[in-house]
C-alpha cells in the first residue's frame, strides 16, 4: 500500500473511483465525482492534501480537503477546514485502508497547520479517527436548528486550543454544491462515464419503505 499525492494523469481514474464509491450510497446514483472534478481548480481546494492510495498496481483510495469558514456568534468568520469525497473502492472497503488514509492525510493537515476540521459524516467510522460530534464543540450545523445535536455533523480540533471555547455555525463551502447549482453541467459530465444503474435503496439519506 502506498499514499502519494493525485497527479492530473489521475484525475480521470480518481473521479470514476469516487463515482464506483458513493455510487447509491448516500442517495440514487451520486454527484461526489463531479464536486471533485470541479474543486480542483477552486482556490478553497488544498493540492497539498489531495491524497491517493495505491494498492495492486492500481489507484482505492482517495482524499481530497477544502477550505472552510465558521461564522462565529458575533458575526465574524473564523478560518477553518473540511475534507471530503473520501473514497475507497468498493471492492476494498472495510478493511482498514480508508482508516489509514485519513489518518495519514489528517496527519499532513496537522503538520501544514489546520487547526480544525467540520464535515458531515458518519461517525461510526470518522471515530476512529479522533472525530466527534459538533455539536459537543458548539458547532451548529446551518441546516439545522440551532440548538440541535446533529450525528452526521462532525468535528475534531487538529491543532489543540484552535477552536477553544468559541460558538459558531457551519455551512459547507459553496464548491460542495456544485451539481445542485449547474445540473445541465452536471449531466453532461455525468453522461460522460459507462452507464450505472439508479437505484432507490435502503440506508439511503430520507429512504422510506
Ligand atoms: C467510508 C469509507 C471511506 C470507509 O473506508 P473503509 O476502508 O471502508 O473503512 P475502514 O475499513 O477503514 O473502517 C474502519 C472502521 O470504521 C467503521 N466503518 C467503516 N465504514 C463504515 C460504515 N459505512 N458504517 C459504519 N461503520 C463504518 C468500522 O468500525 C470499521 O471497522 P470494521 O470494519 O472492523 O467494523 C469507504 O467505505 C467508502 O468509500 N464509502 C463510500 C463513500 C463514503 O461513504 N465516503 C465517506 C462520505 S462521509
Known amino acids: ?12 481514474e480518481v473521479e470514476n473511483l469516487t ?20 474543486y480542483r ?4 481546494f488544498i493540492p497539498e492534501l489531495d491524497y491517493v492510495m495505491e494498492e495492486d498496481d492500481k489507484i482505492i483510495g482517495h ?14 468568520e473564523y478560518p477553518s477546514w473540511t475534507f471530503g ?17 485519513l489518518q495519514y492525510a489528517l496527519g499532513k493537515a496537522r503538520e501544514m497547520g489546520v487547526g480544525m476540521l467540520s464535515m458531515e459524516g458518519n461517525i461510526d467510522f470518522y471515530r476512529h479517527a ?29 491543532i489543540p ?5 468559541r460558538e459558531g455555525s457551519y455551512c459547507p463551502p459553496k464548491g460542495y454544491f456544485v451539481a445542485d447549482e449547474h445540473p445541465k453541467a452536471f449531466e453532461a459530465y455525468e453522461a460522460t462515464f459507462p452507464p450505472k444503474v439508479k437505484l432507490r435503496l435502503p440506508g439511503q439519506l430520507g429512504y422510506e419503505e
Open 19 to 38: 463515482r464506483e464509491a458513493f455510487w447509491n450510497v448516500y442517495r440514487p446514483r451520486c454527484t461526489e465525482h463531479y464536486v471533485l472534478n470541479q
Open 63 to 76: 482524499v481530497m480537503f477544502s477550505k472552510a469558514k465558521i461564522t462565529l456568534v458575533d458575526g465574524t
Open 85 to 101: 469525497p473520501i473514497s475507497i473502492h468498493p471492492d476494498y472497503k472495510r478493511k482498514g485502508y480508508g482508516l489509514q488514509l
Open 130 to 158: 479522533g472525530f466527534g460530534l459538533a455539536s459537543k464543540m458548539k458547532i451548529h450545523y446551518h441546516a439545522e436548528p440551532w440548538e440541535s445535536e446533529v450525528p452526521y455533523f462532525l468535528a475534531q480540533e487538529l
Open 161 to 165: 486550543g484552535y477552536w477553544g471555547n
Open 41 to 44: 481548480g477552486n482556490p478553497d
Open 1 to 12: 500500500m502506498n499514499i502519494r499525492l493525485e497527479q492530473p494523469q489521475d484525475y480521470r
